[in-house]
């Protein structure tokens, strides 16, 4: 029975999850719904992100909290039952890995300490500020891999199939038009659907592979249902010491080996293999931790040390290629952004905002950005431009790292500003009158400027960085193709602090005077 509960529990979960996560994506219905609430059940991403930003996040901490509460209690159900993660894992296992398997493959035992050891590390990482968010929390990184992959790839079958049709519509009616096909990051996607082949490839070597070795989230949850009191329990009259249980159901290995009455509650999911059988030697059951029945973490203090040295090591190793002050001139956060110390403690680059952007504007950043940074959104001015009256990503941001933003603030957030490259420009190289850029600048930032030469008259746009927003429409539209001529730079980016106004009332009142000056000429 608790075997088909999970189950059911295992694809409800899911399914809310990939409903949330692909399908409620439109800007109403973003700004209406918390689609971001799942990414806040995990307590240790709260734990994290409230070390590292040195800070408590009450709305991340509500739902962790609640979590938490549960697991000392319930014991590992998160990882049971709801994680999307672990449930993919073990469908994938089920329908295509498990044949493969071979328990002689098994690793020993001992590398479950490995899990905990990383867990160590993220929690010292976390101390000296610096969050390490590749694969700390399991449903940020399944987020992270179906918006970078998953998604567009949906997107662009879509757009295709769609695309035919009106080609065909066309072809019969001469009317019709093809929507654009969404563009996938190649590196970090390649990066990110090869993490996943390993995670569901660990399935070969041993059930839960990640679950078991890897997940720090696991770890996590180990040390909380220590003591739980929803835990298995063995009828010694019925047990004949088959080890059918410990052999070849139990998952996660928690039934030890020589002793089948003893159950470590640690590493047990509370999946109800044990007890789904006809014997009924087990059975899941709540009951007070007895101390012959019930073990807990194995780990000793060396890999404590271990763990906290590796941590120590890892911190340099994370803020490489990140200044203390300012950021690159290239790289533009999105619309929201604490200052860049604040936004790398709590941005754990689980994609959302990347996935609710209606023009593709963000990505991921890359190795090149600093290893810190790797996952973490920018905006990308060539794939998509930042809409004036759109606020959906600082809205779906689960951790406060993109602060939310009004609709009436967002036309006087400041994420850069756009400079013209005359060298490039085909107006100032008097090739052409193009001026492409005035025409779609939404903020009325750029007019024809002409410079009075005597032997050479020139002319070409010049920016107004007090009212240029760094949106990037210009340089996503602009008809040089190969490098645009004027693209979007950090310079003059305002971030955002909780409690802080956008912008001051009298600067306001200048951009909206100078705005309209302008479109009245």
Same mark, same amino acid.
């Given at each position: ?14 399914? $809310? ?82 044949? *493969? ?19 160590? $590390?993220?929690?010292?990482?976390? !101390? ?18 179906? #918006? ?52 569901? &490839? ?26 739980? !009191? ?16 410990? #052999?070849?159901?139990? %998952?996660?290995?928690? !039934? ?5 009455? !003893? ?30 029945? #019930? #073990? ?13 040295? &590796? ?22 956060? %999105? ?12 941005? $754990? &680059? ?26 973490? %959104? ?39 500003? &756009? ?70 730079? *950090? ?8 409690? $802080? ?21």
């Amino acid at each position: 029975m608790s075997r088909k509960i999970r189950i059911l529990s295992q694809l409800s979960f899911f399914s $809310i999850f990939t409903v949330f996560l692909l399908l409620l994506t439109r800007e109403n219905l973003v700004q209406k719904l918390h689609v971001e609430w799942f990414l806040q059940l995990n307590p240790l991403v709260t734990v994290l992100t409230s070390l590292a930003s040195r800070s408590f996040i009450f709305h991340l901490s509500v739902f962790g909290l609640i979590v938490a509460v549960l697991t000392i209690i319930l014991g590992r159900f998160f990882c049971g039952y709801i994680c999307p993660l672990g449930a993919l894992i073990d469908f994938s296992d089920h329908f295509f890995i498990r044949k *493969s398997r071979n328990n002689s493959r098994r690793p020993p035992i001992y590398l479950h300490r490995l899990k905990y050891v990383l867990l160590y $590390i993220v929690l010292v990482c976390a !101390i000296f500020g610096v969050l390490f968010p590749l694969f700390m929390d399991p449903i940020s990184l399944l987020t992270r891999i179906m #918006t970078l992959c998953i998604a567009p790839a949906l997107s662009n079958l879509g757009s295709s199939g769609k695309s035919i049709w009106l080609t065909i519509n066309n072809f019969l009616n001469k009317n019709g038009s093809v929507n654009n096909i969404q563009i996938i990051d190649p590196s970090y996607s390649f990066f990110a659907v090869f993490f996943l082949a390993i995670i569901i &490839a660990g399935g070969l070597w041993d059930r839960r592979f990640w679950c078991q070795y890897v997940c720090p989230s696991g770890a996590f949850f180990a040390f909380l249902s220590r003591f739980s !009191i929803f835990r298995r329990q063995v009828s010694t009259s019925s047990c004949n010491n088959c080890r059918l249980c410990s #052999t070849y159901q139990c %998952p996660t290995r928690a !039934i030890d080996f020589k002793n089948h009455s !003893i159950t470590s509650t640690s590493e047990c999911l509370l999946c109800g293999l044990c007890s789904n059988n006809k014997r009924s030697c087990s059975r899941l059951v709540i009951a007070a931790p007895v101390k012959k029945e #019930t #073990t807990g973490v194995d780990i000793h203090r060396r890999h404590l040390l271990a763990g906290i040295t &590796a941590g120590v090591i890892t911190v340099p190793l994370l803020k490489t290629g990140i200044p203390s002050e300012s950021l690159e001139p290239e790289l533009i956060r %999105p619309p929201g952004s604490t200052p860049e110390p604040d936004f790398l403690s709590r941005c $754990i &680059a689980c994609g959302e905002c990347m996935k609710v952007c209606p023009n593709h504007a963000l990505g991921p950043c890359g190795f090149l950005d600093g290893i810190g940074r790797i996952g973490t %959104p920018k905006l990308i001015a060539q794939k998509g431009f930042c809409k004036d009256n759109c606020i959906a990503c600082s809205n779906v941001c689960p951790t406060g790292a993109l602060f939310p933003v009004s609709a009436e603030d967002k036309p006087f957030v400041k994420v850069g500003t &756009a400079i013209v490259d005359t060298s490039k420009c085909l107006s100032w190289r008097g090739i052409r009158r193009c001026m492409v850029c005035e025409s779609v600048c939404p903020y009325n930032a750029i007019t024809l400027e002409e410079v009075g030469l005597e032997s050479e008259p020139k002319s070409g746009p010049m920016v107004n960085m007090d009212l240029c927003m760094g949106c990037g429409k210009c340089e996503k539209y602009c008809p040089v193709s190969t490098n645009a001529a004027i693209h979007i730079i *950090s310079d003059g980016e305002r971030r955002i602090r909780p409690g $802080i106004a956008v912008i001051t009332r009298k600067r306001r009142e200048k951009i909206i005077r100078l705005r309209q000056s302008r479109a009245d000429e």
